[in-house]
């Protein structure tokens, strides 16, 4: 069993910055691949960007690249999202989960979900 939580989200104006970070329980965080995925009302939830168990690789979504970069730090058990040049579009809930996979896209291949953090971006 893992547990994740999520902190960093707020209120924002377009065009700042938030931190997202996502700390994991047990010992077998390095062992994950890790991924951001958002749902905003309304729509459907997407991901937002994922990196492989050791940060070798990574993604991210086209809609945020330049924006949004994904990292993690295993002797922390901790991932992130930097979200820089934040736009009103990027209103959403924000999830991290964890997967057994290398680098997976799709929300079947991720296991474990935190409760997610709201992030706001007004105009």
């Known amino acids: 069993q893992v547990q994740l939580v999520e902190s960093g989200g707020g209120l924002v104006q377009a065009g700042g910055s938030l931190r997202l970070s996502c700390a994991a329980s047990?010992?077998?965080?390095?062992?994950?691949?890790m991924g951001w995925f958002r749902q905003a009302p309304g729509k459907e939830r997407e991901l937002v960007a994922a990196i492989s168990s050791s940060g070798g690789s990574k993604y991210h979504r086209d809609s945020v690249k330049g924006r949004f970069t994904i990292s993690r730090d295993n002797a922390k058990n901790t991932v992130y999202l930097q979200m820089n040049s934040l736009k009103p579009e990027d209103t959403a809930v924000y999830y991290c989960?964890?997967?057994?996979?290398?680098?997976?896209?799709?929300?079947?291949?991720?296991?474990?979900w935190g409760q997610g953090t709201q992030v706001t971006v007004s105009s």
């Open positions: 989960t964890t997967s057994r996979s290398r680098l997976p896209r799709l929300a079947t291949e991720y296991e474990y």
């Open positions: 047990g010992r077998t965080f390095s062992t994950y691949a």
